[in-house]
Nanobody, 114 residues
Framework: VQLQASGGGSVQVGGSLRLSCAAS????????MGWYRQAPGKERQLVAR???????TYSDSVKGRCTISGDNTRKKVYLEMNSLKPEDTAVYYC?????????WGQGTLVTVSS
């Protein structure tokens, strides 16, 4: 499975961004897709994920500000981020899992400035 993420960029505090990720390869094995982020000097952490049954999970840090959605047939996942804060600055990674395997995309940088 290969994951291609896009949509990162620079935005001011309070702004919005939409990240997109498309999977290719063995799509039928994927049961969960989501987004993680890693800020400088910090560990990678979950932002949000969604199951093939469209059940989302959000980290407390983004709950209420972000919405994850997915196209289960085409294995695409989107992350709509609103009311962005400087602490949202990080490299965002698309991830997918299924059958005990985890897959990662290349990462896309999100920078929030005041």
């Amino acid at each position: 499975v290969q994951l291609q993420a896009s949509g990162g960029g620079s935005v001011q505090v309070g702004g919005s961004l939409r990240l997109s990720c498309a999977a290719s390869g063995s799509l039928r094995m994927i049961t969960v897709m989501g987004w993680y982020r890693q800020a400088p000097g910090k560990e990678r952490q979950l932002v949000a994920r969604i199951t093939s049954g469209n059940i989302p999970t959000y980290s407390d840090s983004v709950k209420g500000r972000c919405t994850i959605s997915g196209d289960n047939t085409r294995k695409k996942v989107y992350l709509e981020m609103n009311s962005l804060k400087p602490e949202d600055t990080a490299v965002y990674y698309c991830a997918a899992s299924g059958l005990g395997y985890d897959f990662w995309g290349q990462g896309t940088l999100v920078t929030v400035s005041s």
